[in-house]
């Protein structure tokens, strides 16, 4: 079974798999537009001082998104 999580509890300097956006369609389009696609991969590089936003790479574009954006993207951890 597959170990799924949000992607705001993804360590910094961990890579995972994106399974699903949940949320409204307007902030799924959105997370598409930007390359946020079931089966893609991203890592998570770093934190902002005050834990938010967090800074992530995906299709090799550098972005950040707010802890409230990230609760709404399933991942599964790769090791």
Same mark, same amino acid.
């Given at each position: ?16 798999r994106?399974?699903? $956006?949940?949320?409204s369609?307007?902030f799924?389009k &959105?997370?598409? +537009?930007?390359?946020?696609i079931?089966? *893609?991969?991203i890592?998570k590089?770093?934190?902002?001082p005050l834990a938010?936003?967090a800074?992530? $790479?995906?299709?090799n574009?550098?972005?950040?998104? &707010?802890?409230? +954006?990230?609760?709404?993207?399933i991942? *599964?951890?790769?090791?």
């Open positions: 079974m597959e170990n799924l999580q949000k992607l705001s509890d993804l360590t910094p300097g961990r890579t995972a994106i399974v699903r $956006i949940n949320g369609s307007r799924k &959105r997370l598409l +537009e930007m390359g946020f079931r089966g *893609e991969n890592y590089v770093k934190l902002a938010d936003p800074e992530y $790479i995906i299709k574009t550098h972005l950040s998104l &707010r802890h409230e +954006e990230t609760q709404n993207i991942i *599964e951890e790769l090791t």
